[in-house]
């Protein structure tokens, strides 16, 4: 008997569309993804807080279980009870604003969040360069630029804000789909054919977080886990930089944090953006698991379906609209997701 015949039957027993959700979602979790929060003070676009404290009453009220993203990982391995729709929060990079904007809002819900940072980030040695590519095409007095990226060059006009804001979509997007030398050679060649200096430090609006901001958000509700140390696509760096990004990131935010945690964040996090090569340095470092970027639940018969799968924990990206994020969290999607693969 088809999956969805199967649930549908199941469904009948349960009092309502409510119980059907608590049905699809007993083996799930949600586990939301975010980057940067609205700051006015420094320039700051992301994540309205407004939004994002309406967001965690809305889960507050409705009894949702909030749950550290260590505790998930144990109960999607056996250890506790279901997930049964917990939701657990995430946060990438290590920015200044997830520190000085975020944690207080998380902390003020009691909400645990896991916030993963690139370490050579926090210890002042780079900035990142995506925020780079847009630094350039921000301040590049050109009306045209002609830049390679590995074997294709592409000519990007700059004549107006719409144009900027496209070259530099294209040209990051490119950039991640190049090996980790050609990038960084595009990037340094797009500057000079600009006529823009890249600053060794960064504008304050793309600025980390401080080692000891990182302690002193521990102390209200947040954990940290590794983002390698310079956030380069993993699966496009060689075989020792990769090495290297793992375990120099760990052994440095073991240095600095009071509570580590041993689930890493690979940067871009696509399936295409890591591999076996990577799940087998984290398993030699002793790591739980790891977290993608690919939407979707983390699912305990997915986690323990197969020796790798806790490498692969999907989450969602979190959403501007409070309907769109109660459709994750109810299990709608998940529901929604049984049935299309039925079809
Ligand atoms: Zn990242």
Redesign the pocket.
Known sequence: MGSVKQLLLNSLLLPGFPGLLRYVQRNCATVFMLHRFQDAGRGIAGCDVSHLRRALAYLVKNNYEFVTLIDLFDRLAGKGPQPRGAVAFTI??GYIDQATIAAPVFAEFSCPVTT?V?TGFLDGKLWFWWDQIEHVFQHAACRSVQVRIGDTVFDYRLENEEQRIRAQAEFTAKCKRVSEAEKLTAIAQLAQVSGVEIPRIPPPHCAPMSWDQVRMCEGTGMTFGP?TVT?PVLSRTTHDAMGYEITESWARLRSEARSPVPIF?Y??GGWDDFGDREIAALRRLGFLGAVAAEPGYANALTFQGGEDNRFRVQRFGFPDGLPHMIQYVSGVERLKQLLRRST
């Open positions: 990438d990079d993963f690139s983002h956030h964040c940067p871009n």
